[in-house]
């Protein structure tokens, strides 16, 4: 009987030391060997496993640090065998750290802008279905642009300044357009837009809200009064963000129109809700699709009508 405890005893302490040492050399190898890890965000890794419990690896990248990811966010997961191949792609810049929106495009919605800087020097270009836009940065706090259509006219001209820095929890800027119709009806045409503009957060996500007062007007017609505007980017993936732009127009209106049928100056509710998609991979340049919703009541004309837009950004 005490031979067969003792042969027991024997037995047990055998696989517990034989698990241990299987664990303490899976412990090494694994930090010893490399991969290369492909997400379903488009992030590309070189790293160490850590750990893998069956549901999400622990890694120690070579970019980001130590990260967790779950193996559904996992398209590929292969050993290096060559870390010299490993050496010239990490040199020629295979393996970055995931893409951040940052620059010039992040200062941009649908149609208006927030209150984050640009850095002197920093110019971008704008396309779109109805027209063109160009855009300079003058110092690190003002930049001026100018935005028309395809074929010319409208002009209108737009200056921002930004009060704050770019560390500041809320940001503020001052913002002016001014416009004028070109050829079109002779040059009688014209409009303004003022205002100011305080944003939360980073290049990333962020949500700003605007007060200005804005007029348009032909000759003797005008439609003027104070305009709100509530603004807004959120990244959803590694490369796209959701934007939102929303304006709105509490005006008088002073048109012909409006007076020939109420025989006075008209209340006037103009709205431009502008929901959209940004794509940007790089610095240089990005896509943005949007379909914005404008729409009018009040006294003289209603109409709501849809205004699809793609957007091209090119940094000059």
């Known amino acids: 009987m005490t031979r067969f405890c003792l042969i027991l005893l024997f037995l047990a302490f055998s696989k517990a030391l ?3 040492q299987t664990d303490s050399t899976h412990s090494v190898s694994g930090q010893e ?4 890890i492909k997400t379903v965000a488009g992030a590309e890794y070189l790293a160490k496993v850590l750990s893998d419990d069956g549901r999400e690896v622990f890694l120690e990248t070579n970019t980001v640090g130590k990260l967790y990811l779950k193996k559904s966010e996992i398209i590929s997961m292969q050993q290096v065998v060559n870390k010299a191949d490993v050496a010239d792609k990490v040199e020629q810049g295979n393996y970055k750290k995931p893409f951040k929106p940052q620059g010039i495009f992040t200062t941009r919605y649908v149609i208006t802008t927030n209150a984050l800087p640009i850095k002197k020097g920093e110019n971008y270009a704008m396309t779109n279905f109805h027209g063109p836009e160009i855009h300079f ?12 259509t395809w074929i010319g006219s409208p002009i209108i001209l737009a200056f921002k300044y930004t009060l704050s820095n770019e560390e ?7 913002g002016t357009l001014l416009g004028n119709s ?3 009806w002779g040059g009688r045409g014209f409009m303004g837009l003022h205002w100011v503009t305080a944003t939360r957060g980073n290049r990333e996500s962020n949500l700003s809200g605007s007060l200005g007062y804005a007029y348009f007007g032909l000759e003797d017609d005008l439609i003027h009064g104070p305009m709100l505007g509530l603004a807004g980017v959120h990244k959803v993936g590694e490369r796209a963000s959701f934007v939102m732009d929303n304006m709105f127009l509490f005006g008088f209106d002073n048109t012909s129109y409006s007076s020939s049928i109420t025989g006075a100056p008209g209340f006037t509710f103009m709205s431009m809700i502008m929901p959209g998609l940004r794509f940007q991979s790089s610095e240089k340049s990005a896509t943005q699709i949007a379909l914005p919703i404008v ?19 090119f940094k000059l």
């Open 33 to 36: 060997k490399l991969f290369v």
């Open 168 to 174: 500041d929890t809320v940001k503020y800027a001052l």
């Open 295 to 313: 729409s009018k009541f009040g006294s003289g004309n209603t109409f709501a009508f849809p205004l699809p837009m793609l957007t091209l950004f």
């Open 137 to 148: 940065s003058v110092t690190d706090r003002f930049n001026a642009g100018i935005m028309t």
């Open 182 to 184: 070109g050829f079109l």
């Open 18 to 20: 034989l698990f241990a």
